[in-house]
């Protein structure tokens, strides 16, 4: 058994290795066909373009994983149901669940890096953007408007400055836990260490009884300012450059501004759901594989294609009707991997062992 297990772990690893290294050259090629003209006229080199991509690569890669696994599943059970060697272990009291037995942690481990992947994917999209020339075309400044914090106060800021990290005439206007009217008026403000600190303004407190308390300051840091310049900015990063945490903050940023945050919370789901389609997908593949016990590598690329495409469909259909508050995000992103699971498991009772 340890002879088999090792060649089924090794098929499988070497197979989805190929796969996962391989398909995201097809992603590069299909965007580079899209962005050809954008590098040129940016003055772009040869250089700089594959540079950029290669920070990419870790995006693609992530998309690329299920469906590395999905192939690298079916085509390590399909070979072995062509060749009879599933029939062969079946005779030499083998069943089919014990025979797959290693893929599941070998999968189990290949999900924890596809996390991993997903942490720094939105790090190194931002820093193609830099070397692609987005970041400089995106606006960073942004003047006389009004924000409300998470803690309930209001900014309303003259200036904002993204790449000093700084703002002009700033208003801060809050309400004390003894219902006292906090104004704060400040000349300048600057971001650091996860926090603002206003300089030359002063701090005026109306309290409930009418009496008036005021302040004056060179520099004061109020405790809950810590919401970053990029969240102030009205013009944000894309989706596929913020985290999980960030995605969670400008989602709230967006609701407390009277906006549709739906599509913000969707992609925040699908920042977990998309490496947890890996393990799914193998529970999926492995026994959908012996459902079709003649044919080539042909069956298995049809196969491996066919369910590649429903998935996709399905996550940007549930992705939709979330957006537009159909469903819960979380229902949204997690639903393919649901019903993928479910037909997997139900595959995997009806397989003869």
């Known amino acids: 058994m340890r002879i088999l297990d090792r060649m089924v772990a090794l098929t499988f690893m070497w197979l989805f290795a190929v796969f996962a290294l391989s398909v995201p050259i097809l992603f590069v090629l299909g965007d580079l066909s899209e962005q050809q003209g954008r590098f040129l006229d940016r003055g772009l080199t040869v250089v700089d373009i594959a540079h950029g991509y290669l920070y990419m690569y870790p995006h693609f890669m992530l ?19 062509v060749h009879r060697e599933i029939q062969a272990a079946k005779a030499g009291g083998i069943s089919f669940h014990r025979l797959i037995a290693p893929i599941w942690p070998v999968g189990a481990v290949l999900t924890g890096a596809a996390f991993f992947l997903g942490a ?25 408007f009004v924000y409300q914090t998470e803690s309930d106060e209001t900014l309303s800021v003259q200036q904002l400055f993204t790449t000093t990290n700084s703002m002009d005439g700033v208003l801060v206007e809050s309400i004390d836990t003894d219902g006292s009217l906090r104004h704060v008026w400040a000349d300048q403000a600057y971001f650091a260490d996860d926090g603002w600190t206003l300089h030359q303004g002063y701090l005026r407190v109306i309290h409930p009884e009418g009496r008036e308390t005021s302040y004056s300051f060179d520099r004061y840091r109020p ?17 596929e450059e913020m985290s999980y945490q960030e995605l969670g903050r400008r989602a709230a940023a967006v609701h407390r501004s009277g906006g549709d945050p739906g599509e913000l919370l969707v992609k925040k789901e699908q920042k977990l759901a998309i490496p947890a389609a890996l393990l799914v997908i193998i529970i999926f593949g492995a026994p959908l594989a012996t459902t079709v016990e003649k044919g080539g590598p042909a069956v298995g690329v049809g196969v491996s294609l066919g369910s590649t495409l429903l998935y996709i469909l399905l996550m940007r259909l549930f992705g939709a009707i979330g957006a537009t508050g159909g469903l819960s995000p979380l229902w949204a992103a997690w639903s393919p991997n649901i019903l993928f699971l479910s037909v997997g498991i139900i595959l995997l009772i009806r397989v003869r062992t």
């Not at 998309?63 to 149901?81: E, K, Q």
């Open 63 to 81: 998309w690329s994983a299920p469906v590395a696994a999905l192939i690298a599943a079916v085509f390590t059970v399909h070979s072995m149901t």
């Open 223 to 239: 405790m809950d300012l810590t919401v970053s310049p990029e969240e102030l900015l009205d013009d944000p990063p894309d989706e």
């Open 120 to 144: 720094i994917v939105p790090g190194s999209n931002r820093r193609a953007a830099e070397i692609f020339g987005e970041r400089e075309l995106r606006r960073e400044w942004r003047h006389d």
